[in-house]
């Protein structure tokens, strides 16, 4: 009996006094930056996880940083994954979405050296430590709308929303009133899939939607709207007449029915940060992505469904825009 | 007797450092380094007082959710809806400490009641479909743990909103459960817990009315052929322990996480139900292994940061360890197999002696 | 409401009810042996990942359904192994295999595809529209024009009921779940029935995984199946642990998510976790009114100790 205990203690001991040699000290020399992101759905879900993560990639490539991430944990590990970046003496936490913004707060407070930056985080978030990064929901949802209310034939124009976020709602709002003010005619469908990755829901949406007489689609709901526009390529058939625009990343090419796409360029917001991070002027600000500082634009267009007309005048509202002269 | 406690300590322990071994095969098949990954484990549970204090707060709503499930399944009642309750108690707690419209310690003390009620009614209601009309509780506290988890979505997306996002407005400052060290963020909730642990020890094992309740888990027809009302029992079984849980999401929401959000409390009585078998339904032991259970959450978060495996090699792992202790755990239970290692030991014995 | 608008309804109602009728399946053969498997979202979650690499890399969608039905027998042996042969909390094994599957399944889509921002498609099988009937004005897209799947699915149930119901070996089945020592001494192997039972259970559960991955839609996500494993185990209970009363309760609560889905869109007044309570709720409210009478399977959740004093 004793033996099986002794041999137990035995194994555990061995197992820590390994584990102590194991841990080297970190190779000396240039400080490299490194920036690590969290996340609460999969990097590789084709939508808001992989946006982030890819633009996360391509700012820290632009800064020469390294990169790390934890995707798909749970609410309740939020602040122990961001202590424990913390801890191995990571640079800047990107915390992409509003969710992560208590247990970021939390945590910032613990850890000064650390910066911290918050993607949709609200204005009033930054501290010494803590930046926001805000693109405008209102451009993005604007941006759609012009290019819904010169495409659409129907007049009926659809909105599918992974859940009722703040930025979901003011994209929705503004899909719809610029739509209009290009068409008054158009009405606006709209719901909530209540999740973000049930691609079978997007899928009954956008069919119900197209039953409803939609023809053309906006959404905010990752990888629900793949099965959204799944669903528009049967409606369709071999010839295109109901049309998807995309976003966050440039879709083109992904579904025959993508005619254009709304880009946010996270890459760019969080370029600002890493730069900040770097010079030490991080801080008590919020970044605005928009039209005028380039993070958010116009993707390519498909020119098999847009014709060049039609291009011309929808690059001509998106400047009105940007200019502030198209009227609400 | 003393025999069969040792292999109740040996088998489970045995069983998860196996799982840890396959999980470090997979470690290193994936090219990392498995002893700096078990070193990031320790040094992420244990590295600082701030790591420690983490395992603390992480542990504290599984030691509600554990004790919950081990004061149930002691009565013989198969308690699966640790999840709902402790929801539910959270979810009074909050509507309470929003609602009243002033703060303070009272405050507090009012929404742990609540909670706690709110935790017990919910317990009740399997327990009367139960004893009144004889329904499987496995069956009716999973429906009522989906219901409890959707209708706190309605609570943070609709009801208690507030403004922008899908989560409801924090719990007031003065309301908030104090913390026990001002650096850490370990809060007295946890020496509610303790206590709590303790007192159902006690009256587990050291009152008459806990040795009835156990003889009614142990067997229902002696016990009613012994005039105990096993309804009564049972019924009892189920409000305390849906109090326990609610009590747990009470001072969870009132201490640690402030506000109902999209995600809140997923796993907790799950990980109750598997911390209570694995620790043999034994109060105290069931406190430990809930902190051995936090101690691996936050241990292997640090790891899975440290070593860049994808999360879910980790959620592999933390699988694998229940699989295996459980495993272990209800092992003992088979014959066949309890004859063989009692006669394992007989042997060996009687050559060392 | 219009009258195309109601036939929409209706055959969005039997597309959902599909998957769900699968793993509704598959947990009513695991139940009537004694064992309840709560592990359904894990056992669906590798089916659909295994099923769509395997119509992914061979673009068989046929091919893809049956290596994600194999997928979830070989998960489902974990669950077996632990609670037939070890006697194991059945519960505890289910909630295992829901958070090991999902897991193994997002590790493996990483490893195939990486990161990329947009999602892998597969083909998608094709709907095979039976000649003549589905020219049936209403009925006939709602039941004539689906993929082999559906119909198979519906053939599976008759199969379920007349095997329950009609032959020798289903009472023997039957009679595992209810009165295992009674079976034993009667010379039903109760050990070899449960394995049976669980090979049948994996298959089937891997198989509605698959049909979202390789009927439904065409691509894979995390998290895909999204809780439809808890609501086919309610589908289970309210239908009275029968093959026609899972049918209707599959169609039920189909029907209910469908109508959901249609009555967000231009309202957004209604919750919509209101009506995702109602699978639980109605299961509820069944179970109060008729009681014990429709308990299940006696044995069902508790271990069998073949030797037992």
């Given at each position: ?155 009926v124009i659809g909105f599918i929303g992974g859940m009722e976020l703040d930025t979901t709602k003011s994209k929705l709002a503004h899909f ?153 | ?353 | ?309």
């Amino acid at each position: 009996m004793k033996k099986a205990l002794a041999l137990l203690l035995a194994l555990c001991l061995a197992l820590v006094a390994l584990s102590a040699c194991a841990k080297g000290p970190e190779a000396p020399g240039e400080k490299t930056y490194r920036v690590a992101m969290i996340c609460d759905s999969s990097i590789s879900d084709g939508g808001w996880g992989a946006a982030c993560y890819n633009g996360m990639v391509a700012a820290a490539e632009k800064r020469g940083w390294e990169t790390a991430y934890t995707d798909s944990i749970d609410q309740s590990a939020y602040a122990d994954t961001m202590i424990s970046y913390c801890d191995l003496g990571y640079d800047l936490i990107f915390a992409p979405g509003n969710q992560y913004s208590d247990a970021v707060k939390q945590v910032a407070a613990d850890y000064p050296d650390v910066c911290f930056a918050v993607l949709n985080g609200a204005t009033s978030l930054p501290t010494e430590n803590i930046m926001s990064m805000l693109p405008n929901a209102d451009q993005i949802g604007s941006i759609a709308g012009i290019i819904a209310g010169l495409m659409s034939k129907s007049n009926v124009i659809g909105f599918i929303g992974g859940m009722e976020l703040d930025t979901t709602k003011s994209k929705l709002a503004h899909f719809e009133s610029a739509a209009q003010v290009i068409n008054p005619a158009i009405k606006a469908v709209s719901a909530y899939a209540g999740s973000f990755n049930d691609t079978a829901k997007g899928m009954e949406l956008a069919a119900s939607m197209i039953n409803e007489g939609a023809d053309v689609f906006f959404g905010d709901a990752s990888a629900v709207d793949s099965g959204a526009r799944q669903a528009i390529d049967q409606a369709n058939g071999d010839t295109v007449r109901i049309i998807d625009i995309g976003q966050p990343a440039d879709l083109l090419g992904q579904n025959p029915c993508v005619a254009c796409s709304v880009v946010t360029d996270n890459a760019a917001m969080l370029a600002i940060c890493l730069e900040k991070c770097e010079t030490g002027t991080f801080g008590n600000e919020v970044v605005f992505g928009s039209l005028e500082n380039n993070c958010v634009y116009l993707g390519k267009f498909n020119d098999a469904l847009i014709d060049a007309d039609t291009q011309a005048k929808i690059l001509d509202y998106v400047k009105q825009l940007q200019e502030g002269t198209f009227s609400k | 007797m003393q025999k069969t406690k040792v292999l109740n300590l040996l088998i489970p322990t045995l069983s998860v450092l196996l799982a840890f071994l396959i999980g470090m095969i997979i470690i290193l098949c994936l090219g990392s380094n498995p002893f700096q990954a078990i070193g990031y484990l320790v040094k992420g549970a244990f590295g600082s007082a701030t790591n420690f204090g983490n395992t603390v707060v992480r542990a504290m709503p599984l030691l509600f959710t554990g004790l919950c499930t081990c004061f149930a399944y002691r009565c013989g009642v198969f308690n699966l809806g640790g999840e709902g309750q402790f929801l539910s108690g959270a979810m009074a707690a909050i509507t309470v400490s929003l609602l009243i419209g002033s703060e303070g310690w009272w405050v507090t003390i009012l929404a742990m009641l609540a909670g706690t009620v709110m935790g017990g009614l919910w317990g009740l209601l399997p327990g009367l479909l139960k004893t009144w009309r004889g329904l499987n509780e496995m069956i009716t506290t999973i429906m009522f743990n989906y219901v409890a988890a959707l209708f706190m979505g309605y609570l943070y997306t609709t009801a208690l909103r507030e403004g922008s996002v899908p989560q409801t407005a924090p719990v007031p400052d003065m309301t908030k459960i104090g913390r026990v060290f001002p650096d850490l963020r370990i809060t007295w909730g946890i020496a509610v817990a303790l206590v709590l642990g303790v007192a159902v020890w006690y009256f587990l094992f050291n009152t008459s009315k806990g040795f009835q309740l156990r003889a009614v888990g142990f067997n229902q027809t002696a016990s009613s052929y012994n005039g105990l009302s096993v309804k009564r029992y049972m019924l009892a079984a189920f409000v305390v322990s849906g109090a326990i849980a609610g009590l747990g999401g009470a001072c969870d929401i009132l201490g640690t996480q402030f506000r109902l959000i999209s995600g809140y409390g997923g796993g907790y009585g799950f990980d109750g139900v598997a911390i209570a078998l694995i620790a043999q339904l034994h109060p105290i032991a069931t406190m430990i292994v809930a902190y051995f259970f936090a101690v691996l959450r936050v241990g292997s978060t640090t790891m899975q940061v440290g070593t860049g495996v994808p999360t879910s090699v980790i959620d592999i792992i933390q699988a694998l360890v229940i699989i295996f202790a459980v495993a272990g755990s209800s092992m003992q239970y088979l014959p066949k197999f309890r004859a063989f290692m009692l006669n394992l030991f007989e042997k060996k014995e009687a050559v060392s002696e | 409401m219009n009258w195309i608008a109601v036939s929409d309804l209706l055959i969005s109602a039997v597309r959902m009810a599909t998957p769900l009728l699968f793993v509704a399946l598959a947990e009513l053969y695991s139940e009537r042996a004694g064992l309840v498997n709560i592990g359904l979202d894990g056992l669906m979650s590798f089916g659909a990942l295994v099923g769509f690499l395997a119509c992914y890399w061979t673009g068989n969608p046929f091919l893809g359904v049956l290596c994600g039905a194999l997928g979830g027998v070989l998960v489902n042996m974990i669950y077996a192994f632990c609670t037939v042969t070890l006697a194991g909390q059945q519960i505890v094994y289910g909630m295992a295999i829901n958070i090991f599957a999902p897991a193994l399944a997002s590790f493996i889509y990483r490893v195939v595809f990486g990161v990329s921002s947009t999602l892998a498609q597969a083909t998608l099988m094709k709907t095979v529209a039976i000649p003549g009937l589905k020219d049936i004005p209403f009925l006939g897209k709602l039941l004539f024009d689906q993929t082999p799947m559906v119909y198979a699915v519906y053939l599976l149930v008759v199969v379920t009921a007349v095997y329950f119901n009609r032959t020798k070996s289903g009472l023997n089945y039957k009679a595992v779940g209810e009165y295992p020592k009674a079976a034993e001494t009667m010379g039903i192997n109760v050990i070899r029935h449960k394995y049976f039972a669980s090979v049948i259970c994996g298959f089937l559960a891997g198989m509605g995984g698959a049909y979202l991955t390789t009927c439904y839609v065409n691509t894979y996500s995390d998290g895909i199946v999204a809780g439809r494993g808890f609501i086919a185990l309610a589908a289970v209970i309210f239908g009275r642990w029968s093959g026609s009363g899972v049918l209707m309760a599959c169609l039920l609560f189909g029907f209910f998510d469908a109508l959901q889905l249609r009555l967000q869109i231009g309202t957004d007044l209604i919750p919509y976790q209101l009506f995702q309570m109602i699978p639980y709720v109605m299961t509820l409210i069944a179970l109060t009114l008729f009681g014990s009478r429709i308990a299940g399977p006696k044995a069902k959740g508790k271990p069998y100790y073949r030797e037992e004093r």
